[in-house]
């Protein structure tokens, strides 16, 4: 059974046509509809790898040293480790697969928070969660890791990681927006 969440703060959907439950952990399909100047932070996971294919519009892919721009029918593949964020730098919405290697729940669980979340009122414009527990919380479910400038505040948010844990953060999230 497929599932659609749908951000009401940036209006991006997502549609999880393969779960890592449904496939005893080996992968997770997304389908996601990309708005206008829509996208991620620079980041990487250390975990599993990405491989983005575009259905419709223009997916930029930035890497370290250079952008890649995907239109319709074409696939790129993000290994772990490698610091990417994604885009869309067009005037339409973008839509593309997201096939994660092996399959990540967490990663399924996190989107699955920062969708509800942002319907709760409980993110910036930008659909960043406002109180910084519940962002460390959930960065750590996603595997995702900052990079850049970013990557100052790594210290920070491994204690408010450690502080998110203690007070059972993660667990009312997964309760209250993933069961």
């Known amino acids: 059974m497929k599932e659609t969440i749908i951000n009401p703060v940036i209006k991006d959907e997502v549609t999880f046509t393969q779960t890592a439950a449904q496939t005893g952990g080996r992968i997770s399909t997304l389908l996601v509809k990309l708005m206008p100047g829509g996208g991620t932070?620079?980041?990487?996971?250390?975990?599993?790898?990405?491989?983005?294919?575009?259905?419709?519009?223009v997916l930029t892919l930035t890497l370290a040293n250079r952008k890649v721009r995907l239109s319709s029918g074409e696939k790129f593949t993000v290994e772990k480790g490698v610091v990417h964020n994604f885009s869309n730098e067009s005037v339409e919405p973008v839509l593309f697969t997201t096939v994660i290697l092996p399959g990540s729940a967490g990663f399924e669980h996190a989107l699955r928070v920062l969708y509800g979340l942002a319907a709760d009122g409980q993110t910036d414009e930008k659909g960043i969660p406002r109180n910084p527990l519940v962002l460390a919380a959930v960065s750590a479910m996603?595997?995702?890791?900052?990079?850049?400038?970013?990557?100052?505040?790594?210290?920070?948010?491994?204690?408010?990681?450690?502080?998110?844990?203690?007070?059972?953060?993660?667990?009312?999230?997964f309760k209250k927006y993933c069961v």
């Open 142 to 173: 996603s595997d995702m890791h900052p990079a850049g400038i970013a990557v100052v505040f790594t210290p920070l948010f491994a204690l408010l990681g450690c502080i998110a844990r203690v007070a059972g953060v993660r667990q009312r999230l």
């Open 41 to 57: 932070p620079l980041h990487y996971h250390k975990h599993f790898s990405e491989t983005f294919s575009v259905v419709e519009g």
